[in-house]
């Protein structure tokens, strides 16, 4: 079981398991990091409770109140774009794989951020994403002109990309099998410009490798200056991120 860790007092330290509880584990490491502990053994005794309490007390101090402590307010290590049509949302994921936010990609979304995040805060993204998706569908956007999906991630390392568009492929295929989707790998730094053209990061990604070929004859949208490779042929998705079989 992942933790983190919130405090240390010598050989001991308080830690957040991904179940969301605090408790008082003998381990090495510093504050902030996050460690693989193979048992729930904490071997806590009577006279140690008292600066259990406090180290709680303190911890309590960085987790955010939604009914229960379900995750910390660390800053996110990785954040994933689901865009649809005009819709567009980035959700935020710490270092447990767990979801700490979503924040709208512009002010026209502010109303569904605020309600998926309700619904998906606490989770793991694997559990989150398909919650997140079938919003988009219950919600009508996919059966919209333009209601195709393009999702995007920007990780911390490459396994943990890796494992995230294997959660969202997945989810995509389960929900929709048929559907139009792209998944597309968003570095940090492409992130901050999406951000600021006020686009998720997905879709930043996808309209820089040409775009989605258009089936009413309608031209493709330009590459971005300085984007590699030429647009898509007409009828395929960008190279490298075919919708799902």
Do not use: H
Not at 26 to 47: C, D, W
Not at 105 to 117: G, K, M, Y
Not at 177 to 192: A, I, L, Q, S, T
Not at 212 to 217: A, T, V, Y
Request: proline share 7%.
């Amino acid at each position: 079981m992942k933790a983190i860790i919130l405090e240390r007092k010598g050989e001991w330290a308080a830690v957040l398991f991904e179940d969301g509880t605090i408790d008082k584990v003998k381990l090495s490491g510093g504050v902030g990091e996050t460690v693989e502990l193979n048992a729930r053994v904490t071997g806590i005794s009577a006279r140690r409770n008292r600066w259990r309490r406090s180290a709680v007390a303190a911890a309590i101090a960085v987790c955010v109140i939604a009914g229960s402590f379900a995750y910390v307010t660390v800053p996110a290590s990785a954040y994933v774009s689901l865009d649809v049509g005009e819709t567009a949302v980035e959700i935020q994921v710490n270092r447990l794989g767990r979801v700490i936010g979503v924040d709208a990609v512009n002010e026209d979304d502010v109303q569904f951020a605020d309600e998926l995040r309700g619904m998906i805060r606490g989770q793991r993204l694997e559990e989150a994403i398909p919650v997140a998706m079938d919003r988009f569908d219950k919600g009508g956007y996919l059966d919209a002109e333009d209601g195709f999906m393009i999702a995007g991630v920007t990780a911390g390392n490459e396994k943990q990309g890796e494992r995230f568009a294997g959660f969202i492929n997945d989810a995509a295929r389960e929900m929709r099998p048929d559907m139009e989707f792209y998944m597309m790998d968003v570095p940090k730094d492409d992130r901050g410009s999406a951000r600021g053209a006020e686009m998720s990061g997905g879709r930043y990604m996808f309209e820089r490798q040409g775009g989605r070929p258009d089936m009413n004859g309608r031209p493709v949208p330009p590459q971005a200056p300085g984007s590699a490779g030429p647009a898509p042929v007409p009828g395929q998705p960008p190279e490298g991120n075919r919708p799902p079989a």
